[in-house]
């Protein structure tokens, strides 16, 4: 999950394309990754909770992952389901519980990244 979130914070579409379990992957392209990940601003990722594989084998991880697009701020919450395949653990689908426009804070509130630092020291200069 981690590293699903680096590879989109740093654009890399391959490792997410590669990330992906077999079946979703196939309705994915390697524009649309780039495309998306190009159009945000990553800010942060929360984990919420993660959950050991079921009887299923699908493992679950819960996370809040906080972006800018056009100069506005996003939070996406998503149970997001893996699924073990060729040893590697792979996203299969997920879960979005809330995706919404966040009020901008101000300088001196806490930063919507979860860093737990004030924004102006924070994200404000990401905007
Ligand atoms: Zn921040």
Same mark, same amino acid.
């Given at each position: 999950?981690?590293?699903? +979130?680096?590879? +989109? =914070?740093?654009?890399? =579409?391959?490792?997410?394309?590669?990330? +992906? =379990? #077999?079946? /979703?992957?196939?309705?994915?392209?390697?524009? %649309?990754? @780039?495309?998306?990940?190009? &159009?945000?601003?990553?800010?942060?990722? &929360?984990?919420?909770?993660?959950?050991?594989?079921?009887?299923?084998?699908?493992?679950? !991880? %819960?996370?809040?992952?906080?972006?800018? #697009? $056009?100069?506005?701020?996003?939070?996406?919450? %998503?149970? @997001?389901?893996?699924?073990? %395949? #060729?040893?590697?653990?792979?996203?299969?689908?997920? $879960?979005?519980? @809330?995706?919404?426009?966040?009020?901008? /804070?101000?300088?001196? #509130?806490? *930063? !919507?990244?979860?860093?737990?630092?004030?924004?102006?020291? *924070?994200?404000?200069?990401?905007?």
């Amino acid at each position: 999950m981690r590293s699903r +979130y680096s590879a +989109y =914070a740093t654009q890399n =579409a391959d490792y997410i394309l590669q990330t +992906y =379990a #077999q079946q /979703p992957r196939k309705q994915q392209t390697l524009e %649309e990754i @780039s495309d998306w990940a190009k &159009q945000c601003q990553w800010l942060g990722l &929360q984990i919420h909770q993660s959950q050991m594989p079921d009887a299923n084998g699908f493992a679950y !991880v %819960e996370f809040t992952a906080t972006y800018i #697009q $056009d100069k506005q701020i996003f939070a996406m919450r %998503e149970n @997001s389901r893996f699924i073990q %395949e #060729q040893g590697l653990w792979r996203y299969l689908d997920g $879960d979005i519980s @809330s995706h919404q426009l966040i009020k901008t /804070p101000k300088r001196n #509130q806490a *930063c !919507v990244c979860g860093s737990g630092k004030k924004f102006k020291q *924070c994200c404000l200069n990401k905007l």
